[in-house]
């Protein structure tokens, strides 16, 4: 079996694991928090990202609060957890690996494709000054709504929408963070980037690398850096 085949199996089991959890139990506020800070110590500090404003603001967006309370018991664990409709949370260490990358200053506006539950814009939202997510499947995109309104998020903008054609009329974007698989990166996207800016997104159908875009008065130059597997971005226009 090859690497990617034993990398699909090890998430199959932890799919099928979350998938047959019940109610996690009863954990105080305090309970969580603590599981926050081993979290961002051992997944996180661990492997690398010592950046203390990305570390502050996964230790303090309460991560289980985003996913259904039937597999809340799995939030802080080392894995993705299934939300729904074939959509999952990704791993605590991507999460920050990708919001790492892209340096994010208090005074950017943000760009989101991929709502999902909506944790990822709620980081994001502690790190810089707005953010504009959007979500192809529209009951995920009420839910993330509805969960970052309940939380306060009056920084971040949702929208249920085809990420391939990105948000025009509030570009551009000093960042943009893509949380779904395309098998090239969307053209749209790169032109509602800022002068200046820095786009991340996990990129491939068979085989995932993420690519960390920048795009200067010259040109866009693009790296990729570490294997990944995400749900494929769906929605790419035809032609």
Avoid at 12 to 27: G, I, M, N, R
Avoid at 74 to 84: F, L, S
Avoid at 133 to 161: C, F, K, Q, W
Avoid at 223 to 238: A, D, H, Q, S, Y
Wanted: glycine content about 8%; some cysteine; proline content about 7%.
């Amino acid at each position: 079996m090859n690497c990617r085949a034993i990398c699909l199996a090890t998430l199959a089991c932890v799919l099928l694991a979350a998938c047959a959890a019940t109610s996690s139990p009863t954990q105080t506020a305090g309970d969580w928090a603590a599981r926050r800070g081993r979290m961002v110590e051992t997944q996180i500090r661990a492997r690398g990202i010592t950046d203390e404003r990305v570390l502050a603001a996964m230790r303090k967006v309460p991560r289980h609060l985003f996913i259904p309370e039937d597999r809340r018991a799995y939030a802080y664990e080392d894995h993705p957890v299934p939300i729904g409709l074939g959509q999952t949370i990704s791993q605590p260490f991507i999460v920050a690996y990708m919001t790492d990358a892209l340096k994010l200053a208090p005074t950017d506006k943000v760009l989101e494709i991929g709502t999902g539950s909506g944790y990822q814009a709620a980081v994001l939202a502690e790190l810089a000054r707005e953010v504009y997510t959007m979500e192809i499947v529209p009951e995920l995109a009420e839910r993330a709504r509805a969960t970052l309104e309940s939380l306060a998020y009056r920084n971040v903008r949702v929208r249920h929408g085809n990420g391939y054609l990105g948000w025009p009329e509030a570009a551009p974007f000093e960042k943009i963070i893509v949380t779904a698989a395309p098998d090239e990166v969307p053209k749209a996207l790169v032109d509602e980037l800022a002068v200046g800016g820095t786009m991340i997104v996990p990129v491939g159908r068979v085989e995932q690398m993420m690519t960390i875009i920048r795009k200067t008065a010259r040109g866009v130059v693009q790296e990729e850096t570490i294997p990944v597997l995400f749900v494929p971005m769906t929605g790419k226009p035809k032609g």
